[in-house]
């Protein structure tokens, strides 16, 4: 079973704002990733990392960064958040055999 | 061209029908090919894995793949109301070894 843990579930935050969404995996895994999805639409990915100190932008610009200094944590960070920020992100990590998502950061930014 | 297609839908069967979802590749290289389950306002969560041609069954679910005609498809028997949900198709494995590549989901409604 995939423990996979993101903070927050819910953040409604102010224009302008800096905020950390944390992702957490207890499986060891080196790959891990972020996801955003609108609500009834497809996945996009906006960054991947194979393992510590290895980061990459993914199909979808973001203005969002992340960072892997440790193997089970990778926060996504928004410098300053704007409305067209306000999404779902899924954060996922695989061991080989597929994606094991978390449960997601519903964000509004207003 | 998207490296993954799938049929938006809806998919609408009875319960207790067979749904058929479909899902065609471009990465020819392509070597695992994944089928998730998403609920409304959920995460994606993992059903079903395949890695070589030919069927895999679990439960009411079977994978198909046909690497020779870049295609992968789940059935599921027995459908029940629960089943409704929206399936996504993901590919991996191909030129960008480390990426996941995802349809953009079925949304499958099965009626009681």
């Known amino acids: 079973e995939a423990d996979i843990y993101q903070t927050p579930r819910y953040l409604v935050i102010g224009t302008g704002k800096k905020i950390t969404l944390e992702c957490s995996q207890t499986m060891g895994h080196d790959k891990m990733y972020w996801y955003q999805q609108d609500p009834g639409m497809e996945l996009h990915l906006i960054h991947y990392s194979y393992g510590v100190n290895s980061t990459e932008k993914g199909d979808l610009s973001s203005e969002s960064t992340v960072s892997r200094i440790r193997t089970e944590h990778f926060p996504l960070t928004l410098e300053s958040a704007r409305p067209s920020h306000t999404s779902q992100y899924l954060c996922?990590?695989?061991?080989?055999?597929?994606?094991?998502f978390g449960p997601g950061t519903r964000l509004t930014v207003t | 061209q998207k490296e993954v297609e799938q049929n938006s839908g809806p998919l609408s069967v009875p319960e207790g029908a067979i749904a058929s979802l479909n899902c065609t590749y471009s990465?020819?290289?392509?070597?695992?090919f994944f089928w998730y389950r998403q609920y409304s306002g959920k995460s994606p969560e993992l059903i079903m894995s395949i890695y070589s041609n030919g069927d895999k069954e679990d439960g009411r679910f079977t994978a198909q793949l046909n690497k020779a005609s870049q295609y992968v498809s789940l059935l599921i028997r027995d459908s029940q109301p629960s089943d409704s949900a929206t399936y996504l198709c993901?590919?991996?494995?191909?030129?960008?070894?480390?990426?996941?590549?995802f349809g953009s989901g079925t949304k499958l409604n099965v009626k009681p």
């Open positions: 993901a590919v991996s494995g191909g030129y960008n070894f480390n990426k996941f590549y």
């Open positions: 990465d020819r290289g392509s070597q695992s």
């Open positions: 996922a990590s695989s061991g080989g055999q597929g994606l094991s």
